[in-house]
C-alpha cells in the first residue's frame, strides 16, 4: 500500500506539471507525431 511505503522510507517525490507533462509527450511521441501530421493534412485540404 502507498501509505505503508511513505511510513517506511518517509520519502515523497514532488513532480510539477510540466514534468508530467512532458513525461506523457515523451512516451506519447508517434501518437503526437501522427496527430500532427492528420491536423496538418486537413488543415492543407482546408485550404485547397
Known amino acids: 500500500m502507498i501509505a ?3 511510513r517506511s522510507s518517509g520519502t515523497v517525490y ?3 506539471y510540466t514534468d ?4 506523457a509527450k515523451q512516451y506519447h511521441i508517434e501518437f503526437i507525431k501522427k ?3 492528420i491536423a496538418q493534412s486537413l ?6
Do not use: I, M, P, W
Not at 43 to 48: H, L, T
Open 20 to 23: 508530467l507533462l512532458e513525461n
Open 43 to 48: 488543415k492543407n485540404n482546408e485550404e485547397e
Open 4 to 6: 505503508d511505503s511513505y
Open 35 to 37: 496527430f500532427d501530421e
Open 14 to 16: 514532488v513532480k510539477t
